[in-house]
T-cell receptor, first 113, second 116 residues
Framework: AQKITQTQPGMFVQEKEAVTLDCTYD???????LFWYKQPSSGEMIFLIY??????QNATEGRYSLNFQKARKSANLVISASQLGDSAMYFC??????????FGKGTSLLVTP | EAGVTQFPSHSVIEKGQTVTLRCDPI?????LYWYRRVMGKEIKFLLH????????ESGMPNNRFLAERTGGTYSTLKVQPAELEDSGVYFC??????????????FGPGTRLTVT
């Protein structure tokens, strides 16, 4: 069975600092994709970043980067230079051979001034 | 380009009643998905349409849930009769497939369903 684990229910970070949100996964499939989504208080789910299991380099999208450590089965999200608008729930998700996403429970991030 | 839209944003119904949720995917996206998050739990996959066909409905909890996507455009998810445990947020997502590769799923704002 595929499983996503996010061990941090809540995180605090000061504005302009970097923060790492943890995500570990478990799968026996050699081909999979890892995603991070942001859910602000308004409720919509916003796609942030994607990492394929065969990608050699860590994915980056602006201030977001994914620290992909395949052997450790971890896909941590790094947000650099945090902004107040980054306060939200963050979900890690994995897709295997099918199309369905398996989500973790999420991490609530609060950025303080 | 308009994103995924869902209607209604909130719905409060009594146990035993029927509710129909609607999702309009991004134009041109063949893939449409339904997910659900009940309080305190993970977001769970319900089903996946490719155009008008159900590709995977392994996540549908029981036969009180019926999803349709007539014409391969918008989709509806009907719950009949609703039970208390059906309360949660129902998300719809869509994605495109190009050259056999499915791209990221774009989510709608969700419908918050409360069954009393």
């Amino acid at each position: 069975a595929q499983k996503i684990t996010q061990t941090q229910p809540g995180m605090f970070v000061q504005e302009k600092e970097a923060v790492t949100l943890d995500c570990t996964y478990d799968t026996s499939d050699p081909s999979y994709g890892l995603f991070w989504y942001k859910q602000p208080s308004s409720g919509e789910m916003i796609f942030l970043i994607y990492q394929g299991s065969y990608d050699q380099q860590n994915a980056t999208e602006g201030r977001y980067s994914l620290n992909f450590q395949k052997a450790r089965k971890s896909a941590n999200l790094v947000i650099s230079a945090s902004q107040l608008g980054d306060s939200a729930m963050y979900f890690c998700a994995m897709r295997n051979s099918g199309y369905a996403l398996n989500f973790g429970k999420g991490t609530s991030l609060l950025v303080t001034p | 380009e308009a994103g995924v839209t869902q209607f209604p944003s909130h719905s409060v119904i009594e146990k035993g009643q029927t509710v129909t949720l609607r999702c309009d995917p991004i134009s041109g996206h063949d893939n449409l998905y339904w997910y659900r998050r009940v309080m305190g739990k993970e977001i769970k996959f319900l089903l996946h349409f490719v155009k008008e066909s159900k590709q995977d409905e392994s996540g549908m909890p029981n036969n009180r849930f019926l999803a349709e996507r007539t014409g391969g455009t918008y989709s509806t998810l009907k719950v009949q009769p609703a039970e208390l445990e059906d309360s949660g947020v129902y998300f719809c997502a869509s994605s495109q497939t190009v050259g056999g590769i499915s791209y990221e799923q774009y989510f709608g704002p969700g419908t918050r369903l409360t069954v009393t």
